[in-house]
C-alpha cells in the first residue's frame, strides 16, 4: 500500500489540499499520514528563567490540544466524500518544516507528498521560495502541490511534459501507473524547438515502446516552450501537469504571473513534480 504524506497546518489552504489528499489516496490505494510541525521559540540568554522548562511543556501541550481538535474536522471531510476508509495516521513534530517532512518520509517509507500552495503571485510563490517549492527541492519523492483554486474534479487526463531522455522513462511509467488506477489517459506533451536535438528515430521508439499502453504522444513545434505548455494545460484538459524538476527556474518562469494570466484556468491546476533521474 502506498504511503502519502500530508503536512498540513489546518488552513483552508491545506483542508482543500486534503480533499485532493484524499482522493489521490483512493486512486492509488494508499494511506495517509499527517504531519503538523511547530517551531517554539528560541531563548537567547546565558541565564534559563525558572519558568522555562513549564513554558516549554505548556506551548508544546497547547499545541497538541490544537491539533487533536482539528482531526475530526479532517475526518468529517473523509466522511462527506465517502472516503472515511483511507487509512488515516498522525504525527505531531516540533522542528523545522523541511527537516521534519525529509524525516518523515524515511521514517514512515512514503511515496508521495501532498501538499497546499497559495499567494497572491500564484504559481510563481509556489515555485520561488514557498514551503511547497522548498519541499520539492529539498525531497526525493514526488509532490503534488495543489492551488487553494483547485477544486477536486475526477481525474481523467493526466499531462506530463518530456525532452525523450532516457532518463524521463521512468516518470512516464509513474504516471501510467496511477492513470490506469484512476482510468485516465496520459497526453505526453514534447516542444520541438529549433534548437531541439531530438530524433525522430528517439520518438519512433518511445512510440513503440508503450504503444500497448493508454498514452497519446503530442509533439508541437514551437520556440515559445512555456507558453506552449500553459497552452497544453488550457486546451487539452488537463486535469494534474506532471513535469520533471531537472531545473526549477523553469518553473519559476513557467508560472510568472504575466504569463499565467493569459491562461484563466490555470491556477486550478495541481502540479505533480517529479524528480529527475540521476
Known sequence: MKKILFPTDFSDVANNAFIHALEFANIVKGELVLLH?????IIESPFTPDNYYTLYDSMQLGQFDA???QIPKLRELAQQRHLENIKLSHKLVEGDLIYSIRRAIEEENIDFVVMGTSG?????????????GAVVSAVNVPVLSVPIEAEFTKVQTIGITTRFREKDKKALKQVLKIAKKANANVKCLYVKTSKSDVTEETINEWKQQFESESVQFLITNSDLVKETILDFISNKNIDILAMITHK????????NPS???KFSNISTVPILAMHEEE
Open 67 to 69: 491539533f487533536k481538535n
Open 248 to 255: 526549477r527556474n523553469f518553473f519559476s518562469e513557467l508560472f
Open 259 to 261: 504569463l499565467a494570466q
Open 120 to 132: 497572491a503571485t500564484g504559481w510563481e510563490a509556489f515555485f520561488i521560495g514557498s514551503n511547497t
Open 37 to 41: 510541525t511547530f517551531e517554539l521559540p
